[in-house]
């Protein structure tokens, strides 16, 4: 069974970094394009960050430039560096496959960004 976790979400103050991870079971995660995904309060869940089977990666124009997707394929965890952090980047991160399947969500971390 294919299921995803989600940790490494906090409270943290404006500019600070946190390093979301995502351990995958029952899939090898590397040979499929992964994604890390956000949704706000009242806002739709949206895709931040992915990750191809050929370690290309790619961002949302929100987070170009601060945040990072990788991952450990000995670990099978996926990995989200988060820096620079604003309050607008408050919200529950998922990961999840890209594009995402709706049977596989996890219950994802939150990371509150606030003074």
């Known amino acids: 069974q294919v299921q995803f976790v989600e940790s490494g979400g906090g409270l943290v103050q404006p500019g600070g970094s946190l390093r979301l991870s995502c351990t995958a079971s029952g899939m090898n995660l590397s040979i499929y394009r992964m994604g890390w995904y956000r949704q706000a309060p009242g806002k739709q869940r949206e895709l931040v960050a992915s990750i191809t089977r050929s370690a290309d990666t790619n961002y949302a124009d929100s987070v170009k430039g601060r945040f990072t997707v990788s991952r450990d394929s000995a670990k099978n965890t996926l990995y989200l560096q988060m820096d620079s952090l604003q309050p607008d980047d408050t919200a529950v991160y998922y990961c999840?496959?890209?594009?995402?399947?709706?049977?596989?969500w996890g219950q994802g971390t939150q990371v509150t960004v606030s003074s």
């Open positions: 999840n496959f890209a594009p995402s399947l709706k049977n596989y």
